[in-house]
């Protein structure tokens, strides 16, 4: 049975579907994740412990378990993995992301640096040291205030004035100083990054780099409008309903970008924005689309190799990871969707009713609840998860994008205030 090593993060959506891909698939997963190393496999699935603030470390000992264990394939769900997946594949001889890229994807600023030096359009930026208590004056507005490393749009704020982002700036410094952020042990938190807005439409790509060829599976639109003053994203809807010819100019800004950082093998998941002057790479990330949305995307052999049989894009990861070529692949016919549910409010999430409801809209084929009763709930900026996640499928992407919101305005959330903890008179 061939052995696929799965890297992630205990907290993350996605290892579920990728335990039941690989039972269809009959392939053994091999996990590592950053479980507790004190507790003897707390989790039940066997996981090789591991720590990404210390990747070499990590490494190793995957490497040295594979003396025994022989793992034929690897990757990486999760940014924060990808470092260690890199050490490993290499060490290992496996095909994937070379460790230097690995890095390079993980930071905005090595990214703005490679794809401007690469010719690639990209936006003016400065960094600073998160500590500092000025902003340059040289900055010019509207701008985006960004953190290094982290994801999910966490902690990217537009600003419009020096006032503006004096405040955005401050309420970074804040994000980055806070425990759970602190708890990572990334040297990136330690700065911030400001650039121009990039005004115009938002897409993301998914695609598999096969030896350094690129072959896109999906092209994601945004329709909602991203422009701030948070950047929180909400629903994707695939295919793209963008003219052919910007569709073609996204997936060769795509394969430009990737070549820039040195991506070569594996899955990688681009955002883009699009206007008059081009196609605008924000980030490339060496590994695939986050959360349950990789739901949302489903596959196919292509005509000519087999009968089509539609397939959830984490079976193609895995057989991609043990050496399937991805050119006999691509993105099924029906346009399919997913909305990412997000939080309104800061409060305590106490239940959601109309469930049933919204998966009675024409198109909804599920709809997922990630919260957990009695959690605080965290908007963007500062916030790190959603509320749940609606998956939709018809005909065309317009009708996915109607069934997702339609199915979202049933749903109603139940958010109670949150209780202040209060000191006692003896401190």
């Not at 945004?222 to 963008?242: A, C, H, Q, R, W």
């Not at 206007?275 to 739901?295: H, Q, S, Y």
């Not at 050119?327 to 969707?337: I, L, P, Q, T, V």
């Not at 069934?403 to 959330?413: M, N």
Request: glycine share 6%; hydrophobic share 50%; net charge negative.
């Amino acid at each position: 049975m061939p052995t696929v090593l799965l890297l992630a993060a205990t907290t993350g959506y996605q290892t579920r579907a990728f335990g039941d891909a690989a039972e269809r698939l009959g392939v053994e997963l091999v996990f590592a994740t950053d479980r507790c190393h004190m507790l003897e496999d707390p989790w039940q699935d066997g996981a090789i412990a591991v720590r990404f603030h210390e990747a070499d470390a990590s490494a190793a000992a995957i490497v040295e378990l594979a003396r025994t264990r022989p793992i034929d394939g690897i990757l990486a769900v999760g940014d924060r993995p990808t470092a260690i997946a890199a050490l490993v594949a290499a060490a290992l001889g496996l095909p994937w992301h070379p460790p230097a890229a690995a890095a390079i994807a993980r930071s905005k600023q090595l990214t703005r640096e490679r794809l401007a030096a690469a010719g690639l359009p990209a936006p003016r930026f400065e960094v600073l040291a998160a500590d500092r208590a000025s902003v340059p004056p040289s900055i010019r507005y509207p701008c985006v205030v960004k953190p290094l490393a982290l994801s999910g749009s966490r902690g990217v704020m537009r600003a419009d004035d020096e006032h503006s982002l004096r405040e955005a700036v401050e309420r970074l410094r804040a994000l980055l100083a806070s425990a759970d952020v602190q708890v990572e042990r990334n040297a990136l938190h330690d700065r911030i990054l400001i650039e121009d807005f990039i005004p115009g439409r938002e897409l993301a790509v998914e695609a598999l780099l096969n030896h350094g060829a690129l072959h896109p599976l999906a092209i994601f639109d945004k329709p909602d409008p991203l422009d701030g003053p948070f950047f929180e994203e909400t629903i994707y809807v695939t295919p793209s309903v963008e003219p052919a010819d910007v569709q073609a100019a996204i997936v060769d800004a795509v394969a430009r970008a990737a070549a820039a950082i040195g991506l070569r093998h594996g899955p990688i998941h681009a955002e883009c924005r699009v206007n008059a002057d081009g196609v605008f790479v924000l980030e490339i990330a060496a590994r695939p689309i986050g959360g349950l949305c990789a739901r949302a995307l489903t596959v196919q052999r292509r005509e000519g190799h087999q009968a089509p049989d539609p397939r959830p894009f984490p079976e193609l990861l895995l057989l991609h990871a043990l050496g399937e070529d991805p050119a006999n692949w691509r993105r099924e016919d029906a346009a399919s969707g997913v909305m990412m549910i997000p939080i309104a409010r800061r409060g305590v999430y106490r239940g959601v009713s109309g469930i049933d409801d919204a998966r009675r809209v024409a198109g909804v084929e599920d709809v997922q609840i990630t919260a957990k009763p009695e959690q605080l709930l965290v908007p963007l900026p500062e916030g790190a998860s959603y509320l749940g996640f609606i998956f939709a499928r018809a005909g065309d992407p317009r009708a996915v994008d109607r069934a997702l919101r339609a199915a979202h305005a049933r749903l109603r959330f139940a958010i109670a205030p949150e209780v202040p903890v209060l000191q006692s008179a003896h401190g």
